[in-house]
């Protein structure tokens, strides 16, 4: 007769934990960059940002370079599967378990398809709201000697974040999860805003 083998599987150890995300939304130049600086440093998330990632993939002189620059330039929303590798590889070699995924998703085929490959569902979806005539002002003030702070690339960006970033905005907002912030105020009053969520969020978490 066989020995009969006493294997006891602790709970949790089968599924791996999803990491806690919180999608930073908002129009170009509405300041989320700035925030997640300081969201970082007060409340210990890694801050990814799809626009970084995609200007890195550029310089590293990756295949996709080429198509996400020309895209970049015209404001244009790159495919999906290119940023969610990207953003997934972040995520693996952070060592982290809590993100700030600032500027994605984009579009409804972004959120969409990082739902469907990730299966990871935002805490909740930070909404700088600012109004253009502010977020144009910052973006020609900027001199990060971005190719797409332009005035012309500015105006598509506009365009893209009415028609295609809004509707995902909505959709969250339908789903109670969006924190709207007033974005057009100084960065330390922005900041105050930004504090009470991410603290009456952490004590909910604990309760
Ligand atoms: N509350 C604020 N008041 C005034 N200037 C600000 C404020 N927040 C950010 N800025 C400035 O505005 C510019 C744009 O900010 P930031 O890069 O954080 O925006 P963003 O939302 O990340 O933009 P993008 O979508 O283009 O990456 C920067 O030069 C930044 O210093
Ligand atoms: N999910 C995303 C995010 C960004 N892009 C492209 O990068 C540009 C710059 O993004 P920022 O967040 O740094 O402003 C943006 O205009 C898009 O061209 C993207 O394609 N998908
Ligand atoms: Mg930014």
Redesign the pocket.
Known sequence: MGSVIDVTIEEGSLTEKKPTVVFVL??????????CANIVQHFGFTHL?A?DLLRAEIKSGSENGTMIQNMIKEGKIVPSEVTIKLLQKAIQESGNDKFLI??FPRNEENRAAFEAVTKIEPEFVLF?DCSEEEMER??L????G?ED?NIETIRK?FKVFLESSLPVIEYYNSKEKVRKID?????EE?FEAVKVIFTSNSEKATV
């Open positions: 908002g129009g170009p130049g509405s300041g989320k960059g700035t925030q940002s626009g600032d500027g700088f910052r973006l003030s900027r001199n990060q971005r702070d960006r974005a057009g105020k100084p960065v922005v």
